[in-house]
Each structure stands twice: as C-alpha cells, then as structure tokens.
C-alpha cells in the first residue's frame, strides 16, 4: 500500500486496518481515531522523507496498537505513536507495538514514542531483534508528564509522580531518581519509579513554560538489541524561569 501519491493525508473514521505490507515514502500520514489498530502481516516501511503518525494529542483518551513482522525506517522517516492512559492494575503500558520480527532504524530515522500527558501511559515495544544505526534511534524528550503551560502569569504544578510544584513563574523541577530542584515559590518533586526496571515517564516541571518530562522507552526483546545510535528521553528545561521536567525513563530487557 503505497502513500507516496500524497503530500498529506489525515485518516478518520477507521479505527482497525489490516493489510498485507505498508510502504509511506514522501508523504506525512496520521491515523487520528481513538483506540485505532493496524495491522501489518509483512514490512511495514517507513521510507525516504515520511512520516507516519499514529494518534495525536487531541485523542488520549484510548491506547493504540501497532503490529507488523517487520518494521523499517529509513531516509530521513519518522514513526510517531501516542499512548492512551494505563490502568496499572489491569495493564502498566498505554499502547502496543509489537514486532514479530526485527526493526531496523537506519541513518537519521527515528522511532517517537510519546506518553499520555497526565496519566502517564507509554508505549510498550515487543520485537524479536532491534539495530538502530549511527545518527538516528528512539526520541522520547519532552514526552513525557505535561508541565505547566503559561496561562497569564499563573504558575502551577505540573504532572506525574514526581511533579514540581509552583504558584508562580518560579515553579519546582521534577523528580524521578532524585528529587527536583526547589525554587522560590515551589518544592521539587520527588522520587518514584524502580532503579532495576524505570518504566515510567519523567515528571512535568512547576511554574510556567510548560517544562515537560521526559517520555518512556521501554523495549522487551526476544533476541537482540544493538544501538549505535541515541535513544533519548530527556526533560525538557524552561529556559526563561530555570526549571525543568525530570529525564524519563529508559528500560530494554533482551538476550
């Protein structure tokens, strides 16, 4: 199924699509419905200058799911998909991508795994073996727990376990493996999260600017995980005030 005929294309109104292979080259794709589900039998191909999106901020309220064999992503692609929220007594991840058999991420190509903003939900990855090459990988900055935006000069707290708290502009940093920094008008956050398995998103910054936490990559191999490349799950700091979201987290179990 080529894209390669459009520029841009926003799907609505189909929430499960199975199809034989997937190929998006030159093109920008978002599949925009709630709780939408694709499904790949053989490659799923993300190719010379496309980006594929599944999800937006506009639809968090239900995970979505993404299954092919093979997952490649090359020239300059992009792989964008949003979490729902997670219920962690029934299920501690916000959206699947399954791979039954390798992902390739070749030179500047980059895998997005973004986290519901106020619950925390994140992306579960299931693969069998994944090479990220040299100059590209898996960016998670700045998506994690939302901080607070500005709104008129009112600070506010942001979100997640380990949120900053801030009643104005000079709101607290976030926690997660250390507490936050505290400001004149705000406490840091605090810590959460597991040492051996941090599976959750980093926490958003106090005050305003909207200093978000770093997203979640969590990557559960059959096999093996070779990367030459970055992944990446920073907070994003308020370069204005001084106060920023706390790194997110990173966990890869493989053979």
Not at 74 to 102: C, E, F, M, Q, R
Not at 148 to 167: D, E, P, Q, R, S
């Amino acid at each position: 199924t080529p894209f390669g005929n459009f520029k841009d294309v926003r799907i609505y109104g189909v929430t499960n699509w199975a199809i034989d292979s997937l190929v998006a080259t030159s093109c920008a794709v978002m599949f925009a419905e709630p709780e939408f589900r694709l499904m790949v039998t053989n490659t799923m191909l993300i190719g010379t200058g496309a980006s594929l999106q599944v999800g937006s901020e506009l639809d968090r309220m239900l995970a979505h799911e993404v299954r092919c064999r093979e997952l490649v992503i090359t020239n300059g692609g992009i792989l964008t998909v949003y979490s729902g929220p997670t219920n962690a007594g029934t299920l501690n991840y916000g959206g699947v991508l399954d791979i039954s058999n390798v992902v390739w991420i070749a030179t500047n190509s980059w895998l997005v795994p973004v986290s519901e903003p106020t619950n925390g939900g994140s992306l579960l990855i299931t693969v069998s073996n994944v090479t990220i090459a040299a100059g590209d990988g898996i960016d998670a900055r700045g998506r994690g727990f939302a901080g607070w935006a500005y709104t008129g000069g009112t600070g506010g707290n942001g979100y997640g376990y380990g949120k900053g708290l801030g009643t104005t502009y000079y709101g607290g940093g976030a926690g997660y493996g250390g507490t936050g920094a505290v400001s004149m008008s705000g406490s840091g956050g605090g810590i959460y999260g597991s040492t051996n398995a941090p599976i959750q998103p980093g926490s958003g910054g106090g005050g305003c600017g909207k200093p978000n936490g770093g997203g979640s990559v969590r990557i559960q191999a059959t096999g093996g995980v070779q990367v030459n490349g970055s992944i990446l799950a920073n907070g994003i700091t308020n370069i204005i005030w001084g106060w920023g979201g706390s790194g997110g987290g990173i966990f890869i179990a493989c053979n």
